[in-house]
């Protein structure tokens, strides 16, 4: 049945005989004694004073207490290799010392002003990104998270364009706002509340597309939604550069668009590119 069941890989499910876990290699680390609440006390906490809306993977799920570079240790201080792709804010290991005294250094001195007063480490850490960013992208919009990101690029281009229409992908994820729920299409991460003035085109999949990898057959349905679902204009194209979060039953993975479809996207300036997998482009 179709949702039945959440697993990250279809392949792992199947298999019923025993397999031998490769050994992790040695690692000069010791865990600090844990003698905090376990995973049962926090599940039941969580159940009592959590919304439900904040599930778990597993049925049993982990107690991570402490990390240190690329491993993850639960409450009994065994070691975990972290695989938990798709987080980006969390790529830079576990305790990176560098990362711990800027934090540190930062919270001695100042730990909170807002932007209607002067403070140096906003502006330098904007120069610094738009010093890594290609082409006109130079002017940085700091916001908490991918959903505000995505939020903000298409009031952004709605505001800009005047237009409201915006089209997005299907199987896309785009965050859990009303504006980016609206923008998501996939069953799992939508509620039924108003999303309005989004459509989602025919995903460019170039695995398991409906059209294969031709591309231009995917730019035609974007065409043909700007031409027969909105005036004729639109306030942007929204879609992750890389898929990475998929329907549940279509066996997960990542990649890229069929071939030509960004050729739809020609002779539009970027307006905005979020951290990760994702970004927005407007028209003019
Ligand atoms: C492609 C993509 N866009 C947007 C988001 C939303 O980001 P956040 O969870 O930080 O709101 C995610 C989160 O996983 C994502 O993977």
Redo the contacts with the bound molecule.
């Keep these: 049945m179709l949702g039945a069941r959440r697993s990250f890989s279809r392949l792992a499910a199947a298999v019923r005989t025993p397999v031998e876990v490769p050994r992790m290699p040695a690692f000069d680390h010791v865990p600090l004694p844990y003698d905090g609440p376990s995973a049962v006390e926090i599940a039941r906490k969580r159940a009592e004073y959590l919304s439900p809306s904040l599930f778990h993977f597993y049925s049993k799920p982990l107690n991570i207490v402490e990390g240190k570079k690329q491993y993850l240790y639960d409450e009994h201080g065994r070691r975990y290799l972290d695989a938990f792709a798709?987080?980006?804010?969390v790529c830079c290991g576990h305790t990176h010392p560098d990362i711990i005294d800027a934090i540190t250094a930062q919270a001695n001195r100042l730990q909170h002003s807002t932007v209607l007063y002067l403070n140096h480490a906003i502006a330098d850490f904007a120069e610094a990104l738009a010093a890594k960013m290609p082409g006109d992208l130079k002017v940085v919009f700091f916001t908490n998270?991918?959903?505000?990101?995505?939020e903000l690029a298409i009031m952004m281009a709605r505001l800009y364009t005047g237009s409201h229409d915006i089209i997005s992908l299907r199987n896309?994820?785009?965050?859990?706002a009303s504006g980016?729920m609206g923008a998501t299409a996939q069953k799992n991460w939508k509620f039924n509340v108003v999303q309005s003035g989004v459509h989602h085109a025919v995903n460019p999949d170039p695995y398991r597309g409906a059209f294969g990898s031709d591309g231009e057959k995917y730019a035609r349905d974007v065409k043909e939604i700007i031409e027969f679902g909105t005036t004729g204009h639109v306030a942007g194209f929204i879609s992750?550069a890389i898929q990475?979060?998929c329907w549940w039953d279509r066996g997960g993975g990542a990649w890229l668009p069929a071939p030509g479809v960004r050729r739809c996207e020609e002779g539009r300036r970027p307006l905005h590119r979020?951290r990760?997998?994702?970004g927005l482009r407007a028209r003019r």
Aim: glycine letters at 22%; proline letters at 4%; charged letters at 15%.
């Design positions: 798709g987080i980006a804010t998270s991918g959903t505000e990101a995505n896309s994820y785009h965050g859990n980016t992750e990475v979060r979020r990760g997998p994702g």
